[in-house]
């Protein structure tokens, strides 16, 4: 793969200077430091035909999403996400059925880092991930070596909900306002998390936030000028 490095823009001025050094900093996991492969979510649907998994409508197709959403969290691996999501359709499925299905998301469901994570990985700072994703979709892609770690399996809550920004503050012996927070949604990450007296910093690197109530950049590479020497 060739890989093509674009000139980064100038860092805004107001962005230059923190106004704190922040004790913690705490990365969203999806959209900030790792994207899903995009796929065909109509041969997605079809495919789960072969598993008992039929959804006629539209609202059907989007109220499974959001039941992958919400068990993806607190599953350990992809057999206990299948078993998980076949019990909600079909009841007690068997475990032939499990491990088809298993094969099958782990297949189509693939996570990739973003190219400028490897700017952050050294900054001298605490460093964790919180995510509504599957932890072992993010160790997987070995973010564990530089991160901690929380999902809604350590904070039991899901974002937005406050408890999920407390409990790794809690753990990390860290107050709101010594910590940073890095996300790519305002109402999910940002928002919240400014609410109970972090420090935040929206991720657009497509810029389709035109007017942002916070702070933006539109690559890590930029936090390095923002948080300074």
């Not at 790792?34 to 649907?45: G, K």
């Amino acid at each position: 793969m060739v890989v093509h490095w674009l000139r980064e823009p100038a860092v805004p001025v107001q962005f230059r200077v923190f106004r704190m050094k922040p004790k913690l900093i705490l990365f969203d996991f999806s959209g900030t430091l790792a994207y899903l492969r995009s796929f065909d979510l109509e041969e997605f649907f079809s495919y789960l035909e072969k598993f008992g998994l039929i959804f006629l409508t539209e609202r059907e197709k989007e109220d499974f999403i959001k039941l992958c959403q919400t068990l993806w969290g607190w599953a350990k691996d992809w057999n206990n996400l299948s078993y998980r999501l076949l019990k909600n359709y079909i009841g007690k499925p068997t475990q032939s059925l499990v491990k088809n299905l298993s094969e099958f998301l782990k297949e189509k469901i693939i996570f990739e880092l973003y190219e400028d994570v490897k700017e952050i990985i050294d900054l001298p700072f605490q460093k964790a991930i919180l995510s509504g994703n599957a932890k072992f979709i993010i160790e997987d892609l070995g973010l564990e070596k530089f991160a901690k770690i929380f999902t809604p399996k350590e904070t039991k809550f899901l974002k937005p909900d406050p408890q999920a920004f407390l409990t790794p503050l809690k753990e990390m012996k860290t107050k709101p306002e010594e910590a940073l927070m890095i996300g790519d949604e305002l109402e999910r990450d940002l928002i919240p998390a400014k609410n109970l007296g972090l420090e935040v910093i929206l991720i657009d690197r497509e810029n389709k936030i035109k007017n942002s109530p916070v702070k933006k950049i539109n690559s890590l590479k930029e936090l390095k000028e923002i948080l300074g020497p």
